[in-house]
């Protein structure tokens, strides 16, 4: 059973920072890419940010700059770093990975983690 736990949100004022985590645990093949979605009051969930498995990234406009999504394959742990936080960002982050679970079965699946509430002061 594959989980994804989402860690690192909080209350922060304008302007500081944050880290999230996610960690992926159970039983599984690989985990290809993976990625940080947020969604705010009354909006639809929106990218912010995807990491593939060798490294490369691709970012939300808004947080360009900003944000910096890693991972950690040896952890099977993904990160964002979030820098020079608005009140704007507020939303409920999650994370999701585009996961193999066996060599024999190649067709990925996508799994979500819960979503971890983060809260910019103005």
């Known amino acids: 059973q594959v989980q994804l736990v989402v860690s690192g949100g909080g209350l922060v004022q304008a302007g500081g920072s944050l880290r999230l985590s996610c960690a992926v645990s159970?039983?599984?093949?690989?985990?290809?890419?993976m990625g940080w979605y947020r969604q705010g009051p009354g909006n639809s969930r929106e990218l912010v940010a995807v990491?593939?498995?060798?490294?490369?990234?691709n970012y939300a406009d808004s947080v360009k700059g900003r944000f910096t999504i890693s991972r950690d394959n040896a952890k099977n742990t993904m990160y964002l770093q979030m820098n020079s936080l608005k009140p704007e960002d507020t939303a409920a982050y999650y994370c999701n990975a585009v996961i193999v679970a066996t060599k024999y079965q190649p067709t990925p699946s996508t799994y979500w983690g819960q979503g971890t509430q983060v809260t910019v002061s103005s």
């Open positions: 159970g039983r599984f093949f690989s985990i290809n890419a």
């Open positions: 990491i593939t498995s060798i490294g490369s990234t």
